[in-house]
């Protein structure tokens, strides 16, 4: 019988396992081409993971989340370029669309102007900075979106073949 963990920072690659009650054992099988030596060396940070051993674990453990954790806090370029997105509930990803897209909506004339003639002056600064702020935030919201909606398809909540099928009539 597999022992539990008692160590108390737990990293996101243990913290996701054991939420899916899967000993290392049970999880190397699930995983197939990783051992559960190699398990343990990333969960107690001697290692740290390969993009496809992330890949590998974010489908099997169906959490598309461990890429985008991956990305923003493990990867060099990733942590320059890429936020961190938390999974919410579609109302709040919806609502907080909404709202920077309203913002947007009124500072639309403002962008024009500053970036009409190709440059950024310093009175313009300000409020360019706070733009790009709310395209930040739409930008990020898509990202929510993308990831609640790859959990959606992995646990079923929508039908994956329906999906793709309807994606790929609409190109």
Not at 73 to 87: F, L, R, S, T
Not at 103 to 117: L, N, P, S, Y
Not at 124 to 150: M, R, Y
Request: hydrophobic share 30%; charged share 35%.
């Amino acid at each position: 019988m597999a022992r539990k963990s008692t160590r108390e920072n737990k990293n996101i690659y243990q913290r996701t396992r054991e939420g899916l009650d899967l000993t290392r054992e049970e999880a190397s099988d699930l995983l197939e081409t990783m051992s559960p030596e190699r398990i343990e060396k990333i969960e107690s940070e001697r290692s740290m993971p390969h993009p496809d051993e992330v890949l590998l674990m974010s489908d099997k453990y169906k959490q598309p989340t461990l890429c985008n954790y991956y990305c923003a806090n493990e990867c060099p370029i990733g942590a320059q370029y890429v936020p961190e997105v938390k999974i919410k509930d579609l109302s709040q990803i919806v609502l907080e669309t909404i709202a920077s897209l309203n913002a947007m909506q009124r500072q639309k004339e403002r962008f024009i102007e500053i970036t009409v003639d190709g440059k950024i002056t310093g009175d313009e600064l300000a409020d360019f900075v706070h733009i790009q702020e709310e395209l930040e935030k739409i930008s990020v919201a898509v990202e929510t979106l993308q990831l609640w909606c790859e959990r959606m398809l992995d646990t079923g909540a929508i039908d994956k073949d329906q999906y793709d099928a309807y994606k790929e009539s609409h190109k």
